[in-house]
């Protein structure tokens, strides 16, 4: 079968760094993506992955290994505005996006 | 550049009666895909459409139906609500069925009594 894992929540201080971890196990693979999504708004894209390696955009870094599985989101220097849910998401062999359920990022002051 | 708007965005049947959702992508993509929030399901994925055909579809009953237009709007029906059905109803928009970056629209809150 086709399944993407994500921890469910997570918390972080203010000013920190934070992994949010994701495997999956798919049929075919197309690349990775991570969203954002604050409480009642949509998702917004945040990061595309096809190859191995690390992308880094501001403070938002993406990180895949095709060989494992795995991918991680690495945020730096954490602000409030970073409270939200986190999704992971795979692009099978026939285009279609099989998601995880997300991750509810939690920011402490 | 607009972005995908969703009509309407609240939405309140009687379970047994039936809906229908409309979805405008942005100006110039091709593709649509819905898919059905629930807290703590995550989005589940309900069809694709590009160039007015279906080209994928998620694991949901033949209540849930969906077409394209010529002009790449989209719509989806639901017949014979139940209380299940009740969720958050996204569209996402792409430019094709390569680049799969997708635009997600506000969504439509849809609550069945």
């Known amino acids: 079968g086709q399944n993407i894992d994500q921890p469910t929540e997570m918390t972080a201080t203010e000013g920190a760094i934070v992994q949010i971890n994701c495997t999956y196990q798919?049929?075919?693979?197309?690349?990775l993506f991570w969203y954002q999504q604050h409480a009642g708004e949509a998702p917004t894209f945040l990061s595309y992955n096809v190859l191995d390696g690390l992308e880094e955009k501001g403070r938002f870094s993406s990180f895949l290994s095709r060989s494992k599985g795995y991918s991680y989101l690495l945020l730096k220097e954490l602000q409030m505005k970073d409270s939200a849910s986190y999704l992971c998401?795979?692009?099978?062999?026939?285009?279609?996006?099989?998601w995880g359920a997300g991750t509810k990022l939690i920011i402490k002051p | 550049k607009a972005g995908v708007t969703q009509t309407p965005r609240y939405l309140i049947k009687t379970r047994g009666q039936q809906v229908t959702l409309s979805c405008s992508p942005i100006s110039g993509h091709r593709s649509v895909s819905w898919y059905q929030q629930t807290p703590g399901q995550g989005l589940q994925f309900l069809f694709e459409y590009f160039s007015e055909t279906q080209r994928n579809k998620g694991n949901f009953p033949g209540r849930f139906s969906g077409r394209q237009f010529s002009n790449s709007r989209s719509e989806m029906n639901v017949s014979t609500l139940e209380l299940g059905d009740s969720a958050l109803y996204l569209c996402?928009?792409?430019?094709?069925?390569?680049?799969?970056?997708?635009?997600f629209g506000p969504g439509t809150r849809l609550t069945v009594t």
């Open positions: 996402a928009s792409s430019l094709d069925r390569v680049h799969y970056e997708q635009y």
């Open positions: 798919t049929s075919g693979f197309n690349g």
């Open positions: 998401a795979v692009a099978g062999s026939n285009y279609q996006l099989i």
